[in-house]
DNA sequence: GCATTACGCTACGGGTCGTAGCGAAAGCAC
DNA sequence: GTGCTTTCGCTACGACCCGTAGCGTAATGC
């Protein structure tokens, strides 16, 4: 979020109601409308407050959505199904719900666009939205190893550079499915995207063997 | 592209000049101002020719971008080397380098970010640049069978829903890197890339054995 | 009550949109 | 050359949205 009421503070103190109304508000008028035809005048009117209450708590419309579409990923959660494999398609497939969902297709990729032009959008999409993406998928390397499916890390970067690439992998081929191909991520695809995944983490790190 | 002069027509034909004009003006506004900040009188005056004549030519801000991005991809080539890790480090490596210009990384989410709401916007980037990526991949594929690094598909159906995995799994990962993580896809990164997916896809088509 | 901060409302200059209308230019047919 | 057709550059326009300033009011802490 931007503004909790800072405890030691004098005044009247922000209404937490409208935080989520206009957020809310938000997601709603992406949907309706998408990003581009996307208002804050029209989103201040949905949700019920003044033009100047939604501008004095965020900076534009880039803030304003990243922290809408935000609140979408909230729910992701890592159950433990029994293995890793199982693990790993069951979050893949939240992750594909989300994404499945017309605010978070026409917001997330916005922003994400907008914010190769504005280093503290992208940090802020990073603390906010990618970086609770990425701790799943080091809990779920770190249940698998206590499962005894995947050998103890022995070197710390180049376990960090695995975990990256992993991410890079899942993540953008669900982006990738869900708003390029525009074809649903479905259990199937899942299935077919998990076991390549898992067989390509068994081969050995490289190193050598170059072109 | 959008209009070539119609061969058996009459009148004066359409300056072939100007389409090459606006649409490089568009990538230099790209570059200068970013996506949500890049106005089509300004592309029109970069360009050199009035306002009306590109709102002749081009419907709106969508389908400009999209075909000035798309002259980015022409030149995705999937060159012979040898064998089918280095023709997939290749091709990646060309994706990559087109992906880090910042005329690609902001426009390219940007309209894939509203193709979610507009189906004919969605059509145009997929026939235009997705289609052409999405051929690399059937060729590269194809290649590597010919060499016999691959089995020859058995199952049609099957094979293309394989392609279609790899596909998004590649274009993704890069895409994600580049954008949303904001690393570059460098060599280093893309034999770790691929040594994943020739590992993930050595895999049996699965069928059985699920979770 | 008093200071302080948030709120709703109105109004404003500035910018962009997409279009209409006009005269001039550049082709083709004859 | 004379017409016909289409494109081009230019200007002007109403409509919309932006982001902010100003003001009176509401809600809290002291």
């Known amino acids: 979020m931007q503004s909790s009421t800072p405890a030691g503070r004098t005044g009247r103190p922000r209404s937490a109601a409208a935080d989520t109304a206009i957020l809310a508000a938000t997601r709603a008028a992406l949907v309706d409308l998408g990003w581009s035809k996307l208002t804050l005048g029209d989103v201040a009117t949905r949700a019920g407050v003044a033009k100047t209450t939604l501008y004095r708590r965020w900076a534009g419309k880039n803030e304003l959505v990243v922290d809408a579409v935000a609140e979408l ?120 995207l998990t076991q390549v995944l898992l067989w390509g983490l068994a081969s050995q790190p490289a190193e050598s063997d170059g072109g």
Chains 1, 2 share one sequence.
Request: no cysteine; hydrophobic share 45%; glycine share 6%.
């Open 73 to 192: 990923f909230d729910e992701l959660r890592l159950p433990d199904r029994g293995s890793l494999a199982a693990d790993i398609e069951g979050v893949v497939l939240q992750f594909a719900a989300i994404l499945a969902r017309p605010e978070a297709k026409s917001g997330l990729m916005a922003v994400v666009a907008e914010s190769t032009r504005d280093d503290a959008l992208r940090e802020r999409i990073r603390t906010s939205i990618v970086e609770r993406q990425k701790r799943l998928v080091l809990e779920g390397r770190a249940r698998a190893q206590t499962r005894g499916e995947l050998p103890p890390e022995t070197d710390p970067a180049e376990a960090a550079r695995t975990a990256d690439l992993i991410f890079d992998v899942v993540a953008g081929a669900v982006v990738h499915r869900t708003l390029v191909s525009a074809e649903p991520a479905d259990g199937e695809w899942v299935r077919d």
